[in-house]
């Protein structure tokens, strides 16, 4: 029988390169990213199937969640780095960190209740992909951190409420993604971990199906 996965935020960084490693495994994927035009191409190129959309807008929740309904792991990677320049706390916008509340705490909590009884059926996984910035205490990292820290909280309880599925909250470390480029500068970036890496070893742990629990890939 063939697996198959639904990864958020797969047109690029770690989930295109994820979604790569799987399905040279020969997994069945469903990809999602806010970018169609390059969603298209990755799902071209992989023989997935595409849907794009906006992991806050509930209704293409409930389409993500009717394409798999069969599902052996949901990779929750779609997230959003929030104001740029990053801001202290003292002067954040709040309405910029309720949004971003939404898009990386809100919208994976969503597509995880959508998918749980394909998840539960299968006994299948779910991959949170968090930051070391949700415990460090980096200046200007505050509204991103706080929301990974958050998502950190609720896969430990996920984990916890569903012992019959395997629960990761993943820090992948420092990546070179458009993402780290937009925080600390291109040059910064060029000089972390290639994604592809970072992917193999995620794809390692998949397989491996160690106990839930947090990991770090670096």
């Known amino acids: 029988m063939t697996n198959t996965a639904l990864i958020t935020g797969a047109s690029r960084g770690l989930g295109l390169a994820l979604a790569r490693s799987l399905a040279g495994a020969g997994w069945n994927l469903v990809l999602t990213a806010r ?53 202290p706390l003292a002067r954040y916008p709040l309405e910029a960190f309720r949004v971003l509340l939404e898009t990386n705490v809100t919208a994976p909590l969503a597509l995880i209740q959508a998918t749980l009884p394909a998840l539960r059926a299968a006994q299948g996984a779910v991959v949170n992909v968090t930051s070391d910035a949700a415990t460090g205490p980096y200046e200007g990292w505050g509204g991103y951190g706080a929301t990974k820290a958050a998502l950190e909280q609720l896969s430990n309880v996920l984990a916890a409420e569903e012992p019959q599925l395997r629960v990761w909250w993943v820090d992948p470390g420092e990546m070179n993604t458009r993402m780290l480029a937009d925080a600390v500068g291109a040059e910064e970036a060029g ?28």
């Open 191 to 218: 000089a972390a971990a290639d994604p592809a890496k970072v992917a193999a070893a995620l794809h390692d742990l998949v397989g491996a199906r160690p106990a839930s629990g947090k990991v770090s890939l670096q």
């Open 35 to 87: 970018g169609a035009d390059d969603l298209e191409r990755v799902a071209a190129e992989l023989g997935a199937t595409a849907i794009p959309g906006d992991v806050r807008d509930p209704a293409h929740v409930e389409r993500l969640a009717g394409a798999a309904p069969e599902l052996d792991l949901l990779v929750n990677n779609a997230s959003d780095l929030g104001v740029t320049p990053l801001p």
